[in-house]
């Protein structure tokens, strides 16, 4: 490994190359800042990777014809740029990131990433975030790494022998933050009912956001749980340290909390350090559907922007317009189903825009995604109750999707139900 600045150390990078940048929390900013700064001596390099925190230079307007983002999952950052036709979305399933890389389907020239220093044997670790970064650091043909000594030493499938990067560049800088916001009570009351599903013993899969929060904040009664989720979060350290989360009761890595990465306060990325009790995997363990269904009682907790009657779920868009991406919806939800006990839920409020637009809708906008298909769908919960549409005809299913929807919005629905001949 040579000790290079972010400017000597992009100058390998080529015109036609393929870069993959690390995920979430742990994307490496002086080297996306350097990346940008050569961006206009290069033409359509493909800058790849799920979602960043922090700066995006590389995704600026007038980088277009020099660098391409392709987003495997679309973040704040990236929205405009795809939505714009200036960077590419590519649907996939987060189990299915890893396998791009090693498979041939995206090869890489270059991983940019971030690490921890080099312990005594040579090793850093890749800090809160392993969810395709893993992959991409095994299969990339030259590896580029911040070192930096805010980094988590976190467990788990996080080592990378310095022998593997090719230039290192020095920094001291914490990783960004995301905060929680407090659940509104529309949250709280989604949250209440869906614990009460959750019974002692049971292992937590779910993302960011306060409808989760507010779901964690309700469990810390009960005993023996676990935690095998893409995510680790803020909530889920309050849940452990309450003494409700123990995964004593887990099937697969028993008394350990297993994640893919790791997003909260700056008091999170503290707990995950040296923590031998959380352990980073990567999105082909993690999200893999035959790993999660081996987990009793496994709870998966996710969101949706609409749904319609018959139970089609559109996570993804807000019509045409890409808002996020298929992520790990699907592989924990037919994982949960699968599991000896397990159930998977889909959560949203039951309006937006102030009660103006009902969320569960007569059919999906032209051109949203469909992430979790009507086969798939189990449990969906609004603040007006929870329903389980598994084995229910499209008659049955309307009738109880109408039961929660926002009162007044249920006339509505059901003469567009009557109209689609789902119900007389």
């Known amino acids: 490994m040579k000790i290079v600045s972010a400017d000597q150390a992009l100058s390998i990078v080529e015109s036609g190359h393929r870069v993959y940048v690390h995920e979430a929390a742990m994307a490496p900013t002086s080297l996306l800042e350097a990346l940008a700064r050569r961006g206009r001596e290069l033409s359509h390099v493909e800058v790849v990777h799920l979602h960043v925190n922090g700066p995006a230079p590389h995704l600026a307007p007038d980088l277009a014809g020099h660098i391409r983002h392709n987003a495997l999952f679309v973040g704040p950052s990236a929205r405009e740029a795809v939505n714009d036709g200036r960077a590419d979305f590519t649907p996939v399933f987060l189990s299915e990131v890893p396998h791009l890389f090693h498979d041939g389907s995206l090869p890489l020239d270059v991983a940019l990433v971030q690490v921890s220093p ?66 509104g009570e529309v949250e709280r009351r989604i949250g209440g009912l869906i614990a009460e599903h959750v019974p002692d013993g049971a292992t937590l899969q779910m993302g960011i956001g306060t409808i989760p929060d507010a779901v964690l904040a309700q469990l810390h009664q009960r005993s023996d749980l676990g935690v095998h989720t893409e995510m680790f979060t803020d909530g889920l350290v309050r849940l452990v340290k309450s003494g409700a989360i123990t995964g004593a009761q887990k099937t697969m890595f028993k008394n350990r909390i297993v994640a893919s990465f790791a997003m909260g306060s700056q008091a999170l990325y503290d707990y995950v350090d040296h923590n031998p009790s959380v352990e980073f995997h990567p999105s082909d363990i993690v999200n893999d559907t035959a790993v999660i269904r081996e987990q009793h009682h496994m709870i998966a907790i996710n969101s949706a922007i609409e749904i319609d009657l018959t139970g089609q779920v559109c996570a993804d868009s807000m019509g045409e317009k890409i808002f996020s991406g298929i992520g790990g919806q699907m592989d924990f939800v037919r994982g949960a189903v699968l599991s000896r006990g397990g159930k998977a839920f889909i959560a949203l409020p039951s309006s937006a825009r102030g ?70």
Request: proline letters at 6%; hydrophobic letters at 40%; a positive charge.
């Open 118 to 183: 080099p312990n005594r044997h040579g090793y850093c670790r890749l800090g809160v975030s392993v969810a395709g970064a893993r992959s991409a650091v095994d299969h990339a043909r030259i590896v580029i790494a911040e070192i930096n000594k805010k980094v988590p030493r976190t467990d788990g499938h996080t080592a990378i022998h310095i022998d593997k990067i090719h230039f290192g560049v020095e920094v001291d800088r914490p990783l960004p933050e995301h905060l929680d916001s407090e659940p």
């Open 355 to 424: 009660g103006k637009l009902s969320r569960i809708v007569p059919r999906l906008q032209p051109g949203a995604g469909v992430v979790t298909t009507r086969g798939h769908v189990q449990w969906v919960v609004t603040e007006h109750g929870a329903v389980n549409l598994r084995g229910r005809t499209l008659r049955e299913r309307a009738e109880l999707l109408i039961s929660i929807a926002d009162p007044a919005f249920r006339d509505e629905l059901r003469a567009a139900a009557v109209a689609r001949k789902i119900v007389c």
